[in-house]
């Protein structure tokens, strides 16, 4: 493959393009040449050399190495290969790797030179910036002179016609010396565009290096974070501790045990450990505490020298020098405008004057043109050109002279400026670096001081563990009673079950047995009852102590865990012992009623309350279970404790404040029943009064009507429910029963009305009374009036019965409406009981993963401890093998490693598998480093050999290009003469192609790309059939063009068959794969064909 470099040209406003380089560079050589032959270009790889600012375009494809581009930039740049550090984008670029590994090359891609022996802090700092102007190329023209240049005017005998060429010759001496001035200002210009571009592009580069460092500084700051944050969290925990020791001591001294508990030796908490050791260990921990802490100050002051000096770099920014140069830049592009304005001013004056004097040699024959006209033209036009427009130019020339000098300095500022930012950031890269290795120390030594603190710890846990034990012992006791429980309700339903199988298979022998002999029915086993089950659940936890939920404060008080809520576990207890007393002592016949029983011998009240004390209890292990430290207000695990405990409190006090609701409205509800039943009772025995009092009235009205009607109404309105026997108000009416209170008149009328009632009652009677001798006619009348008035009256009061009876069947409505409520509220209850069920399995859950956790990461530390030893013996191995490697010289590489192999051999360790196999692989690698060394030498033998053959084919090259010239000089010629031309480049068809016979036999074309173009045997019959020898060269026209490709011939088992395959497959001894074309010419006519006689 071939690689071709050039520098990217330069825009100006005009149209113009000027190439950074004079010529075009090929570079062959440092990329590896395809098998074809055949130039591969995949995209433009842009180069930015940060130091100067220098760029390089590269034509080169996906499957160069990246050592190739740094061979080549070594050559060009001066910088050593191994000095070189390239950067695209964020990634370093590899020697070994190709530029496909990048995504390389592709448009608009840009690679970034960093020369690493110039970051180092002893390197010296960069020289002024030297430019090489070419302004020397364009001198001013010598001033002219009528001896130098003489004109046919000079001799003429008007002194106007002798002035006309003077005139020109000045003219003209006026035009070279603007067109070189401006020249050499466009030289200047020119090569301040070029250091603003170059400016530009150190900047990218340093954007570039600033942030690669900014990637490493933020993972060495998310470091350095997480460090502090573990260290500030132990640091409080340790300090704690150590502050806190003679409380926490004092604490357990305050703490008796359980009079069960309680021996010879152990009378309080404090008694489980030794006291006597504890007064050192905590100075030995304190003056460990104050060292570690001292060693992390001075470690944070170091990070903070760090972050200092890296945001310090970050602020300082180099786009200010670039855009004071890029401005100054275009604030003198219109000097080169008025310059070429003033050119075009001289050159059109050139040109008039010229015409003037043709026309003067004109007019000189015919004496029609007055040459002092001309002359007198002229003059103006000189002193503009002397006064005006060549100060000008040449104050242009001077402008830009000085923007030279400043975009110089200002380069060689920029220079500086990028020389001690690079420095800067390769000792920060270098503080990164130590800070890092620092890392792994502190977390050691915080692992170690850990380790040290871990006796305090078990002081401060006493205390926490003893009160999660008594915890427990309530949950297990509460557990136990369930379980219980859910056995003994086991039981009744399975005698329920068996009862009602009894009833059924009785029933159904009562039913077949009519039909079916009992002999036969017993026969067939139908008289065969269902066993007793009996649930049997063996004593357990019997060894418990005898304590409840309300006695953990006063054994083990909360402040031995260092833990408060909003509610304590006292209050909480309380409430629930008081909701269990409601549950089982005033609502024993609700639950009973209601058929609430869950668990048998218990109400769903004691249930509920059993669950929520189990609850309890195992919340107050899981808070005693977290260190003392541990700041719940900031952790997500404290939060939920404290929600849980808090809700667990709610749920009590809602539970009770729901079952008093629930008592109050049932006696409510009972109440109103009893008033309704007395009122229908009352109801049915004046229906019954008023029954048998008719039937008296029908019997008696002829002997005392009167009195009996007057005692009728009496006793209705005696059982009208107003008044009792006794005279005095019934009290156990109800409210909603109760007429409304009236004044007097209303209760005559209610009076009068009653007596209406049993009137009306008596004259539907089946026996009329006869009428009445002894009143008299007005009293008739009245009496006849009082009895119409009496039945309208008893049909009023008849509505109002229907109405107390709709109101009554409206009131048994809302009793079965009260009753779907409460069963309601019944299923709700029994909801929450479930939730509460849910809740401990969750806190069992939780508890059981915790201990997995635990357990991982035990194992997990164990496997740390064995990884970090092996990891140090294989660091050991690795300094000898790095010792190995940084021996000079290939020979004593491979005599180290040989050593190193076999001191390892000699040591093996049996034990350690890793050992092991890294001492196998450095064997191996000493046997292959110890081949490579004898390839190496033989390399060097065939690279001898090589040079040699090298320079016999490079004589031969020498001859055939001599051979070449030769044939191209006649080709030349034979193109004047047929009016064609020969094509030296990628023939095609159609055109004329030049055949020279090779040493092979074979017609091979000349050819500047590509050697692989031969004559077929079909054009080689066709020109040199009628010549008695083969010529040298034959010239034709391209008719037709064959790519082939040669293939590997087949295993034959003769050497004739073999000699043969291969000059089938292989026609012109090219290598397995190569690419070849076979062309086909025609004669061309007047072609002469030259034989080696002709030649010679």
Known sequence: MCLVVYSPQKDFGDGERVAGFDQIESVEGFIKMSSSGNVIQRGKLLVHIAENGHSFELDCDEYALVESIQQYLESVSGIRLNDQLLLYLDMKLESQNPLSSYKLPSDGSEIFLFNKSKMRSNSAPPGPEELELSENNYPDPQRPSSSHAPHPLDDAPDPALKALPSYERQFRYHYQLGDAIYRRTLVKFETCERLAREQRVQEKALEIARGNLDHFYKMILQNYMDFVKCYSQQQRTHSNLLVNFGRDLERLRSVKLLPLLQTADRKCLLDFVKEDNLQKMVDDCSNSHRQFESKVGDFKQEFGDLKRSTEHLFSSKASILS????????????????????????????????????????????????????????????????????????????????????????????????????????????????????????????????????????????????????????????????????????????????????????????????????????????????????????????????????????????????????????????????????????????????????????????????????????????????????????????????????????????????????????????????????????????????????????????????????????????????????????????????????????????????????????????????????????????????????????????????????????????????????????????????????????????????????????????????????????????????????????????????????SLANSANDGDDGINEFSECVRVLAEKVGVLTRQRAELIDRYTKMETSHEQLTKEMEEKKDLVNTLYMKLQSEKQVNKEKISFGRLELHEIAAFVLNVAGHYEAINRNCTCYYLSSESVALFADHLPHRPTYIVGQIVHIERQTVKSSPVRTTNTTSSMGSSQFNPYGLPVGCEYFVVTVAMIPDTTIHSPTAAS
Do not use: W
């Open 323 to 902: 855009r004071d140069l890029e401005r100054a830049v275009k604030e003198h592009e219109h000097h080169i405008d008025e310059q070429k304005s003033i050119l075009q001013a001289l050159s059109k004056d050139v040109r008039l004057v010229k015409k003037l004097v043709d026309d003067c040699l004109t007019s000189q024959l015919s004496n029609s043109l007055r040459p002092h006209d001309a002359v007198s033209a002229l003059g103006p036009m000189y002193e503009g050109h002397e006064k005006s427009y060549l100060p000008k130019m040449q104050a242009c020339e001077l402008a830009i002279s000085n923007l030279l000098i400043f975009c110089k300095n200002k380069k060689t500022e920029m220079n500086t400026f990028v020389h001690k930012y690079m420095q800067k950031i390769a000792y920060i890269q270098y503080t990164i670096k130590d800070v890092r290795y620092k890392f792994s120390v502190f977390t050691e030594a915080l692992k170690r001081q850990n380790d040290q603190f871990e006796h305090l710890k078990v002081v401060r846990g006493i205390g926490p563990a003893y009160r999660a034990c008594l915890a427990e012992i309530v949950r297990r006791k509460a557990s136990m009673k369930l379980y219980m429980g859910m056995a003994g309700q086991l039981a009744e339903r399975l005698a329920t079950k068996r009862e009602s199988e009894i009833r059924r298979r009785e029933e159904f022998l009562k039913v077949n047995s009519l039909f079916i002999p009992r002999d036969i029915l017993a026969s067939m086993g139908l008289y065969d009852t269902p066993s007793t089950c009996d649930v049997n659940v063996a004593p357990f936890d019997t060894n418990l102590l005898d304590i409840d939920i309300s006695d953990l404060d006063r054994f083990a008080p909360e402040h031995l865990v260092g833990l408060s809520f909003k509610k304590g576990s006292s209050s909480m207890s309380q409430d629930v012992e008081e909701s269990s007393e409601i549950g089982t002592e005033s609502y024993n016949d609700f639950v009973e009623a209601s058929e609430l029983v869950e668990i048998a011998g218990t109400s769903k009240l004691e249930v509920e309350n059993a669950k929520l004390k189990a609850e309890l209890a195992s919340t107050i292990a899981i808070l005693c279970s977290f260190s003392p430290d541990t700041e719940f207000e900031d952790s997500e695990v404290g939060n939920m404790l404290k929600d849980s405990a808090e809700k667990t409190a709610e749920a009590l006090r809602l539970k009770d404040e729901h079952e008093k609701h629930l008592v109050n409205m049932l006696k409510v509800k009972r109440l109103q029943c009893e008033s309704y039943e007395k009122r229908i009772k009352e109801l049915e025995n004046r229906l019954s009064d008023q029954y048998s009092f008719n039937q008296k009235l029908n019997k008696d009205a002829s002997s005392e009507p009167m009195d009996e009607a007057s005692y009728a109404s009496s006793s209705l309105l005696l059982k009208s429910g107003g008044i009792d026997s006794s005279g005095t108000m019934n009290p156990n009416l109800d409210s909603s029963m109760v007429e409304p209170t009236r004044d007097e008149k209303d209760e005559k009328d209610t009076m009068v009305a009653d007596v209406g009632m049993v009137l009306a009652a008596s004259s539907t009677a089946d026996y009329m009374p006869p009428p009445l001798k002894s009143l008299t006619f007005d009293e008739q009348v009245k009496a006849s009036d009082l009895v119409v008035e009496l039945q309208n009256l008893l049909t009023e009061k008849s509505g109002q019965l229907n109405e107390t009876e709709t109101k009554l069947q409206a009131a048994m409505e809302e009793v079965a409406r009260l009753g779907a409520e409460l069963e309601i509220s019944q299923n709700l209850l029994e909801e929450s009981q479930m939730n509460c069920a849910h809740l401990e399995n969750c806190l069992h859950e939780a508890r059981d993963e915790a201990k997995t956790n635990l357990c991982a990461a035990d194992r997990r530390a164990s496997e740390y401890s064995t990884l970090r030893v092996s990891l140090v013996k294989i660091r050991t191995l690795f300094e000898r093998l790095k010792s190995c490697v940084s021996s000079g010289g290939v020979a004593g590489f491979a005599e180290s490693l040989r050593a190193l192999a076999q």
